[in-house]
Protein backbone atom coordinates (compact mmCIF):
# COMPACT_ATOMS: atom_id res chain seq x y z
CA UNK A 1 0.00 0.00 0.00
CA UNK A 2 1.53 3.21 -1.15
CA UNK A 3 1.43 5.87 1.68
CA UNK A 4 2.21 8.56 -0.37
CA UNK A 5 0.38 9.32 -3.32
CA UNK A 6 0.71 12.18 -5.97
CA UNK A 7 -1.49 13.29 -8.85
CA UNK A 8 -1.32 14.02 -11.80
CA UNK A 9 2.05 12.09 -12.63
CA UNK A 10 2.35 14.80 -15.18
CA UNK A 11 1.11 18.40 -15.55
CA UNK A 12 1.42 21.36 -18.13
CA UNK A 13 0.63 24.80 -17.64
CA UNK A 14 1.28 28.16 -19.84
CA UNK A 15 3.78 30.49 -18.57
CA UNK A 16 1.61 32.53 -15.97
CA UNK A 17 -0.55 30.11 -15.09
CA UNK A 18 -0.78 28.22 -11.43
CA UNK A 19 0.45 25.03 -11.08
CA UNK A 20 -1.75 22.83 -8.83
CA UNK A 21 0.19 20.03 -7.39
CA UNK A 22 -1.80 17.06 -4.97
CA UNK A 23 -0.53 14.87 -2.62
CA UNK A 24 -2.31 12.62 -0.09
CA UNK A 25 -0.93 10.48 3.01
CA UNK A 26 -2.15 7.20 4.97
CA UNK A 27 -0.24 7.24 7.95
CA UNK A 28 -2.23 10.01 10.47
CA UNK A 29 1.63 9.83 12.85
CA UNK A 30 2.84 11.84 9.55
CA UNK A 31 3.52 15.34 10.83
CA UNK A 32 5.96 16.75 8.19
CA UNK A 33 5.87 17.34 4.97
CA UNK A 34 8.42 18.66 2.42
CA UNK A 35 8.09 19.25 -1.37
CA UNK A 36 11.13 18.43 -2.87
CA UNK A 37 11.77 19.69 -6.41
CA UNK A 38 14.42 18.03 -8.89
CA UNK A 39 16.11 19.12 -12.33
CA UNK A 40 17.15 16.40 -14.72
CA UNK A 41 20.65 15.57 -14.22
CA UNK A 42 20.61 17.14 -10.53
CA UNK A 43 19.30 15.60 -7.02
CA UNK A 44 16.16 16.72 -5.54
CA UNK A 45 16.40 19.93 -3.39
CA UNK A 46 13.99 20.97 -0.71
CA UNK A 47 11.69 23.47 -1.90
CA UNK A 48 9.20 24.07 0.64
CA UNK A 49 7.87 22.17 3.93
CA UNK A 50 5.03 22.61 6.25
CA UNK A 51 4.26 21.03 9.84
CA UNK A 52 0.95 19.48 10.48
CA UNK A 53 0.08 21.55 12.92
CA UNK A 54 -0.21 24.74 10.12
CA UNK A 55 -2.99 24.71 7.30
CA UNK A 56 -0.53 27.13 4.55
CA UNK A 57 3.05 28.04 4.08
CA UNK A 58 4.26 30.35 1.53
CA UNK A 59 7.48 31.20 0.25
CA UNK A 60 7.07 33.39 -2.59
CA UNK A 61 5.56 31.80 -5.45
CA UNK A 62 4.61 28.45 -3.85
CA UNK A 63 2.30 27.72 -1.29
CA UNK A 64 1.13 24.55 0.43
CA UNK A 65 -2.10 23.86 1.15
CA UNK A 66 -2.73 21.31 4.22
CA UNK A 67 -5.65 19.74 5.05
CA UNK A 68 -5.08 17.09 8.14
CA UNK A 69 -8.71 15.72 8.34
CA UNK A 70 -8.66 15.01 4.90
CA UNK A 71 -5.01 13.85 4.82
CA UNK A 72 -3.93 16.02 1.47
CA UNK A 73 -1.84 18.63 0.58
CA UNK A 74 -1.50 20.69 -2.63
CA UNK A 75 1.43 22.92 -3.68
CA UNK A 76 0.56 26.19 -5.77
CA UNK A 77 2.88 27.67 -7.84
CA UNK A 78 1.58 30.99 -9.02
CA UNK A 79 2.93 32.94 -11.78
CA UNK A 80 4.49 29.37 -13.49
CA UNK A 81 7.81 29.88 -15.09
CA UNK A 82 9.49 27.78 -17.89
CA UNK A 83 12.24 27.83 -15.25
CA UNK A 84 9.87 25.82 -13.07
CA UNK A 85 9.93 23.13 -15.03
CA UNK A 86 11.01 19.85 -13.20
CA UNK A 87 9.68 17.10 -10.78
CA UNK A 88 7.97 17.68 -7.71
CA UNK A 89 7.86 15.07 -4.12
CA UNK A 90 6.10 15.13 -2.29
CA UNK A 91 7.13 13.47 1.26
CA UNK A 92 6.28 12.49 4.51
CA UNK A 93 7.54 11.75 7.60
CA UNK A 94 6.62 12.08 11.74
CA UNK A 95 6.33 9.27 14.48
CA UNK A 96 9.31 7.56 15.58
CA UNK A 97 11.97 10.13 15.69
CA UNK A 98 13.97 8.37 12.53
CA UNK A 99 14.31 11.07 10.03
CA UNK A 100 13.29 8.72 7.38
CA UNK A 101 11.17 9.96 4.54
CA UNK A 102 8.26 8.48 2.39
CA UNK A 103 8.13 9.70 -0.79
CA UNK A 104 5.57 10.06 -3.46
CA UNK A 105 5.91 8.70 -6.86
CA UNK A 106 6.53 12.64 -8.48
CA UNK A 107 4.81 14.91 -10.60
CA UNK A 108 6.71 16.12 -13.98
CA UNK A 109 5.97 19.96 -14.14
CA UNK A 110 6.36 21.66 -17.49
CA UNK A 111 5.65 25.11 -17.97
CA UNK A 112 5.50 26.47 -21.71
CA UNK A 113 6.58 29.44 -22.59
CA UNK B 1 25.35 24.68 2.54
CA UNK B 2 24.99 21.36 2.82
CA UNK B 3 27.35 18.99 0.40
CA UNK B 4 26.96 15.42 -0.01
CA UNK B 5 29.09 13.75 -2.93
CA UNK B 6 28.79 10.72 -4.82
CA UNK B 7 31.26 8.31 -6.24
CA UNK B 8 31.41 7.06 -9.08
CA UNK B 9 28.90 9.28 -10.85
CA UNK B 10 28.81 6.15 -13.33
CA UNK B 11 29.33 2.88 -13.11
CA UNK B 12 28.80 -0.41 -15.35
CA UNK B 13 29.27 -3.89 -14.79
CA UNK B 14 27.82 -7.63 -15.74
CA UNK B 15 25.14 -9.88 -13.72
CA UNK B 16 27.05 -11.60 -10.50
CA UNK B 17 29.40 -8.44 -10.26
CA UNK B 18 30.47 -7.05 -7.14
CA UNK B 19 29.97 -3.04 -6.82
CA UNK B 20 30.47 -0.67 -3.77
CA UNK B 21 28.60 2.92 -4.25
CA UNK B 22 30.56 5.71 -2.06
CA UNK B 23 28.75 8.65 -0.29
CA UNK B 24 30.33 11.40 1.71
CA UNK B 25 29.09 14.30 3.44
CA UNK B 26 30.50 17.23 5.44
CA UNK B 27 28.04 18.72 7.59
CA UNK B 28 28.37 16.57 10.85
CA UNK B 29 24.76 15.37 9.91
CA UNK B 30 24.21 12.17 12.18
CA UNK B 31 21.45 10.92 9.26
CA UNK B 32 22.31 9.06 6.38
CA UNK B 33 20.19 7.45 3.36
CA UNK B 34 20.27 5.39 0.63
CA UNK B 35 17.53 6.20 -2.26
CA UNK B 36 16.94 4.26 -5.67
CA UNK B 37 15.18 6.31 -8.18
CA UNK B 38 13.03 4.68 -11.10
CA UNK B 39 11.00 6.13 -13.92
CA UNK B 40 7.16 5.63 -11.84
CA UNK B 41 8.32 5.16 -8.54
CA UNK B 42 9.85 8.28 -7.28
CA UNK B 43 12.40 7.57 -4.49
CA UNK B 44 12.31 4.80 -2.74
CA UNK B 45 14.68 4.09 0.56
CA UNK B 46 17.14 1.21 0.28
CA UNK B 47 19.07 1.38 4.12
CA UNK B 48 19.50 4.29 6.31
CA UNK B 49 21.55 5.41 9.58
CA UNK B 50 21.66 7.19 12.58
CA UNK B 51 25.11 7.69 12.90
CA UNK B 52 28.91 5.51 12.64
CA UNK B 53 28.57 1.67 13.13
CA UNK B 54 24.32 2.17 12.87
CA UNK B 55 22.35 0.73 9.94
CA UNK B 56 18.74 0.33 9.83
CA UNK B 57 16.72 -1.22 7.05
CA UNK B 58 14.70 0.52 4.37
CA UNK B 59 11.49 0.09 2.09
CA UNK B 60 13.27 -1.93 -0.30
CA UNK B 61 16.35 -3.45 1.17
CA UNK B 62 16.56 -6.86 -0.55
CA UNK B 63 19.84 -7.30 -2.58
CA UNK B 64 21.79 -4.62 -0.69
CA UNK B 65 23.83 -4.08 2.23
CA UNK B 66 25.49 -0.96 4.01
CA UNK B 67 28.08 0.22 6.15
CA UNK B 68 28.39 3.33 7.69
CA UNK B 69 32.32 3.59 8.53
CA UNK B 70 32.27 7.21 10.21
CA UNK B 71 29.71 10.26 10.50
CA UNK B 72 30.64 11.08 6.93
CA UNK B 73 30.78 8.23 4.89
CA UNK B 74 28.09 5.56 3.98
CA UNK B 75 28.91 2.89 1.46
CA UNK B 76 25.89 0.87 -0.32
CA UNK B 77 27.16 -2.75 -1.49
CA UNK B 78 25.82 -5.48 -3.98
CA UNK B 79 27.48 -8.48 -3.71
CA UNK B 80 25.59 -10.32 -6.56
CA UNK B 81 24.40 -7.06 -9.06
CA UNK B 82 21.29 -7.96 -11.16
CA UNK B 83 19.90 -6.32 -13.87
CA UNK B 84 16.81 -5.31 -11.78
CA UNK B 85 19.51 -3.13 -9.92
CA UNK B 86 19.71 -0.81 -12.82
CA UNK B 87 18.66 2.57 -11.54
CA UNK B 88 19.83 5.68 -10.45
CA UNK B 89 20.70 5.79 -6.54
CA UNK B 90 21.06 8.84 -4.50
CA UNK B 91 22.65 9.54 -0.79
CA UNK B 92 21.37 11.84 1.18
CA UNK B 93 22.07 13.27 4.47
CA UNK B 94 20.12 15.40 7.62
CA UNK B 95 19.55 15.67 11.25
CA UNK B 96 16.32 14.18 12.44
CA UNK B 97 12.73 15.72 10.94
CA UNK B 98 15.05 18.50 9.15
CA UNK B 99 15.99 18.75 5.41
CA UNK B 100 17.55 16.30 4.23
CA UNK B 101 20.33 16.95 1.51
CA UNK B 102 20.93 14.69 -1.55
CA UNK B 103 24.01 13.88 -3.82
CA UNK B 104 24.41 14.13 -7.43
CA UNK B 105 23.44 10.14 -7.64
CA UNK B 106 25.41 7.38 -9.01
CA UNK B 107 23.82 5.70 -12.52
CA UNK B 108 24.62 2.04 -11.88
CA UNK B 109 24.00 -0.28 -15.12
CA UNK B 110 23.90 -3.83 -14.74
CA UNK B 111 24.32 -5.73 -17.74
Known amino acids: QQQVRQSPQSLTVWEGETAILNCSYEDSTFNYFPWYQQFPGEGPALLISIRSVSDKKEDGRFTIFFNKREKKLSLHITDSQPGDSATYFCAASGGTNTGKLTFGDGTVLTVKP | EAAVTQSPRNKVTVTGGNVTLSCRQTNSHNYMYWYRQDTGHGLRLIHYSYGAGNLQIGDVPDGYKATRTTQEDFFLLLELASPSQTSLYFC??????????FGPGTRLTVL
Open chain 2, 92 to 101: ASSDAHAEQF
